[in-house]
């Protein structure tokens, strides 16, 4: 049976088809679909796990165990997970293990434009890459190779492949039975001794996959005119055949890692002009420089941004179709905080008092952006709650007197916890605010280890923020309502002001939450609004001056009540007075 | 068949997902190869985003460019004339005049270009402008906007309306079927 698929979602079918009994993910757009669709499958048990490290290490204990497992992250996921994934390297599995990762090139939602095949080069790992839907059937190959080769397998995916829908031949699943497990020191147990004797496997294993690679159906040449030849691999296979249909001759990798030899020595003689387009890195491009082989690539392409059919037709001077644009400037619409975003009260207080405020990894570094213009810095996850400590010891009291940092419930626990025990452990005076909106919300609401419920909507053990504070050796915790200007102020002004490690829980649900009920929208009593435009400096969306006074869209409001607190005339009233 | 593209252009928040499905489905059933390629998590919330439905008998890339676009369904005015270039010669922009102004605007740092279709209309452009939102509340839920559009989509096509009726039972949880029928329904009418 053929289904048109989500590319993560086809991926997720491809898991469950191949048998895999262990998911484990932390949430990271593109890749977030993928577990969530698997946790569809009651034959598969699936898991958010705290961060990347956590599940692929999950995984590991899965596969050890003797069941094929799965992970899922995006491209700066794995560099929290490649901790274990260069060891696992060495171990090798017993069951089959695949991690997923999403690369984003592009950047729709991620703060760097890394290329993971240099993951699979480093840890010497094979990688597998799909260029649609319908090769999410690479997923069993992807097990087949852990098993037969003793390896993890990387399996990569872009945002163009995990968010575009394709055709999908459905197949049964085909159970494993649990395999043996045995104590085995001299391949588990990676210490020096043991280490050294497994690196020879690796660097063997390495030889072998090429071989691999030479012979396996995952690389494909289609053969057509001797002019011209393009090597591409994933979603550039699509855009090549999309421009050049059948007139060009193709060899398409579906094994990236470790690239073969044969096949492209061959390939490469039977074209005159040999090109290799490959997104970010010119990976391939630099595999073909070692071989010697002539080829055009990245003088011709860019390592910045995603590509697409138009990409490829101006490179080789094509001419793109006849098009219109109107004269007038189009101003630009960047992403925005949701009217009754919890996070909004909180930024407008620290931008208020012009605050210096590290951020970090969610929906807040929305913050960052006009009129709040509230956030200084994000980095990386968690990177909020370390860089705080290393900002007020660098500027000493002064700095830690107009200094916070602030993060998510769920980014605090993938990787600010271990930040606020430095804080405590080697004492800066350092004010952390959690921004608890009780959900996993810029990747689309998943849930986490504070919200009380697992990733099918179960009751779960909650991390109570507070308490996890206390004991790292927080002694100031306090909880504050976002949507009360004046509560938050007064608490930011007094833990900053103090002279010991302080948290601040900014506390209220994202108002996406199907739980949340929206109060009636608030409304503008035009004969008090002056049309001062202090209700504007929140950044509410709801809010416009139309005729010289403020008014609000009822479609929008959620009458969270921040904006009247701004309005010193009393002109913004609740629906119902 | 040449491939047909169609592009869904909107606000983050507004409904193009549900759209993208209920084509999908369409299209599928009706036997073509399908891509749709779509922005999802909720990063997007209030930006620009963009949708691409590609359908015919063979289809690679799952992006639609400039000058390629078919038909252009816009929630917005203003995003209409974002995507305007996409659209292919002869192309059709079925656009909600529903204007909701983007932050820059919002904060006074830029206009709105209030005569934007008008521009686009004496640029050759077929525009087919329709209040989406009204339709969409007469029909019981203001969300229905997308839906008010494919029915408009759908006197572009071929297929007759009850496979259309019948993908958005496919597309849409129980207790919605009929709202969307008739959000559907007044958009084919209008």
């Known amino acids: 049976m053929k289904k048109l698929l989500l590319g993560n979602q086809a991926i997720a079918r ?26 569809e499958y009651d034959e598969m048990y699936c898991e958010w796990a705290p961060n990347e490290k956590v599940a692929t290490e999950t995984a590991f204990g899965a596969s050890l165990r003797g069941v094929r497992s799965a992970c899922a992250m995006k491209h700066v996921g794995l560099n929290v997970a490649a901790d274990p994934l260069f060891t696992l390297s060495y171990t090798g599995v017993n069951g089959g293990l695949v991690i997923f990762v999403a690369d984003d090139p592009a950047m729709h939602s991620s703060q760097n434009e890394q290329d993971s095949r240099h993951y699979a080069i480093a840890a010497k790992v094979p990688m597998l890459e799909p260029s649609d839907s319908a090769e999410a059937k690479f997923v069993k190959q992807a097990y087949e190779i852990s098993e037969k080769y003793d390896t993890p397998v990387l399996f990569r995916m872009c945002t163009r492949i995990a968010h575009s829908q394709s055709s999908v031949e459905l197949e049964e699943r085909v159970e494993k039975p649990l395999a043996q497990y045995s104590r085995n020191p001299q391949k588990y147990i990676m210490s020096p001794a043991n280490a050294i004797k497994r690196h020879p496997f690796v660097e063997e294993r390495v030889c072998k996959l090429k071989e691999l690679g030479e012979t396996s159906p995952l690389n494909r040449v289609e053969m057509a005119d001797s002019e011209i030849g393009i090597i591409c691999a994933g979603t550039c296979y699509q855009y090549v055949k999309e421009v050049f249909g059948d007139s060009v001759s193709v060899l398409k990798l579906g094994l990236v890692n470790p690239l073969p030899e044969k096949i492209i020595r061959d390939f490469a003689n039977k074209v005159k002009k040999l090109y290799v387009i ?31 059919q138009a990409t490829i037709r101006k490179a080789f001077g094509m001419d793109a179709p006849e098009s219109t644009a109107a004269d007038s400037v189009i101003p630009v619409r960047p992403p925005i905080m949701c009217a009754g975003c919890p996070h909004r009260g909180m930024f407008y207080v620290l931008s208020k008092n012009k605050i210096t405020t590290l951020g970090d990894i969610g929906c807040y570094t929305l913050g960052s952006a006009a009129p709040l213009n509230a956030v200084d810095s994000t980095l990386c996850m968690g990177a909020s709650v370390s860089g705080i400590h290393g900002f007020n010891k660098a500027g000493g009291e002064e700095t830690e007197k107009k200094t916070v940092c602030v993060i998510g419930d769920s980014t605090f626990m993938h990787s600010g916890i271990t930040g606020l025990v430095n804080i405590a452990y080697n004492g800066s005076n350092s004010t952390v605010i959690i921004l608890d909106n009780s959900i996993t919300g810029m990747t689309g609401h998943q849930q986490n280890p504070t919200t009380g419920y697992n990733i099918k909507g179960e009751p779960a053990n909650a991390v109570n923020l507070e308490d996890l504070c206390h004991a790292v050796g927080i002694k100031r915790v306090r909880v504050v309502d976002p949507y009360n200007l004046k509560e938050c102020e007064d608490a930011v002004l007094e833990e900053i002001g103090v002279l010991e490690p302080s948290v601040i829980i900014s506390r209220r649900p994202c108002m996406l939450l199907k739980y949340v009920k929206p109060k009636p929208p608030l409304t503008v009593n035009t004969d008090k609004c002056v049309g001062c435009k202090m209700c504007m400096k929140i950044g509410c969306p709801a809010i416009s001056i139309k005729n010289g006074k403020a008014c609000i869209d009822a479609t929008q409001c959620v009458g969270c009540n921040v904006c009247s607190q701004m309005c010193k005339l009393g002109a913004i009233v609740k629906g119902d007075e | ?45 209030g930006g620009s985003v963009v949708t691409y439905v590609r ?134 009418e209008s």
């Open chain 1, 14 to 39: 491809g898991l469950y088809e191949a048998g895999v009994k262990v998911v484990s993910s932390y949430p990271g757009t593109p890749s977030t679909e993928i577990t969530e669709f698997a946790s």
């Open chain 2, 1 to 45: 068949m040449e491939t047909k593209n169609i592009m869904i252009v909107g606000v983050g928040g507004q409904g193009s997902l549900l759209a993208s499905k209920l084509l999908g489905t369409l299209l599928t059933d009706e036997g073509y190869d399908v891509k749709v390629s779509e922005v999802h998590g909720m990063s997007q919330r």
């Open chain 1, 278 to 308: 490959e997104e970010l890195d010119g990976i391939i491009e630099q595999h073909l420089n070692t071989l010697g082989i002539p080829c055009t690539g990245k003088e011709m392409f860019s390592p910045l941004g995603e590509y697409n």
């Open chain 2, 55 to 188: 359908f015919g008998e063979k289809v690679y890339s799952p992006v639609i460019t400039q000058g390629e676009a078919d038909i252009i369904v816009s929630f917005e005015k203003l995003e209409a004339a974002r995507h305007a270039p996409c659209l292919k010669k002869g192309g059709r922009i079925i656009v909600n005049t529903q204007q909701i102004d983007p932050m820059p605007v919002i904060t006074g740092a830029a206009e709105y270009p209030e005569n934007v279709l008008d521009e686009l209309k004496a640029k050759n452009i077929q525009i087919d402008a329709v209040d989406a939102l009204s339709l969409a509340t007469r029909a019981g839920n203001a969300k229905s906007v997308n839906i008010v559009l494919m029915g408009r989509v759908a006197k572009c096509f071929d297929i007759p309306c009850d496979k259309w009726l019948a993908a958005i039972e496919k597309c849409v949880k129980p207790q919605f079927v009929q709202v969307n029928k008739k959000a559907f329904e007044l958009g084919y």
